[in-house]
């Protein structure tokens, strides 16, 4: 059998068109995406799904920017209309209108508002990966690497600010951001080499914390300072606390 004849499961195909489970089931539903439903689920011949996507593939219009990745130019998009506006307030008309692009070419990507607002959190926490894991292969220790990540520019800040107004207004983002946090600590109390360094990460947290509400908690200088004292703390050489690596 040919590759391009191969059933795909919802997942294989939301990753083959690069949109969410969500929005290949809508497109089922909704749009006639060819589909075969049996015991194991719904499946999609991959012939058929590109043959769907390329006719419904939308026409940028000519002030659309032109941008290599139409989706993750449709996320940044969509963090400085929140930003602005607020998640509730926020709009997909909105969202086009900053992209400069059609409502089409959103829900070509996702399903609807909440699929796109979901979206953002996923990316966000996605980045925030990759930035620690680049810290890492530069040789910084995981706890220097946590601390150059919470510690980002004030552009940095203001996207996780709408991050987390997204995430407070849905229960399931709020989880998922819960359960990574609580992934990267157990990291952290596992490199660490003493409890001063799971301080300095409870510190830099309080300060981006700070800042997500409004960074006028503390005064500027005395942010600065602590700051800098978070960033130039000595790292502990003498051995792991407690007789070994915290757990």
């Not at 439903?37 to 043959?51: C, N, Q, V």
């Not at 991050?163 to 983002?173: E, K, P, Q, T």
């Not at 300072?225 to 130039?232: E, F």
């Amino acid at each position: 059998m040919k590759e391009t004849s191969t059933e795909l499961t919802l997942r294989q195909a939301a990753e083959l068109a690069r949109v969410s489970e969500r929005t290949i089931y809508r497109w089922i539903r909704r749009h006639s995406l060819p589909a075969r439903e049996s015991d194991a689920g719904l499946s999609i011949k991959r012939h058929d799904l590109e043959r769907w996507l390329q006719s419904r593939r939308p026409r940028r219009s000519r002030t659309a920017a032109d941008v290599p990745d139409v989706r993750q130019h449709l996320l940044e998009s969509t963090l400085r209309v929140a930003e602005q506006v607020g998640p509730a307030a926020l709009t997909l008309e909105a969202v086009a209108a900053e992209a400069r692009t059609t409502l089409g070419a959103i829900t070509y990507h996702f399903a609807d508002k909440h699929d796109l607002l979901e979206a953002v959190v996923e990316a966000f926490v996605a980045e925030v990966k990759v930035a620690w894991r680049r810290s890492e292969d530069a040789g910084e220790h995981p706890v220097a690497a946590y601390l150059a990540m919470t510690l980002a520019p004030e552009r940095e800040l203001a996207r996780a600010r709408v991050v987390f107004l997204i995430a407070g207004s849905n229960a399931r983002l709020r989880s998922r951001l819960r359960r990574q946090i609580r992934a990267w600590y157990r990291r952290i109390t596992r490199e660490a080499r003493r409890d001063a360094d799971i301080v300095r990460c409870l510190a830099a947290d309080a300060l981006w914390l700070f800042g997500l509400l409004g960074g006028d908690i503390l005064d500027a200088n005395v942010v600065g300072r602590v700051r800098a004292d978070i960033v130039r703390h000595p790292r502990s050489h003498d051995g792991p606390c407690h007789g070994g690596r915290v757990q």
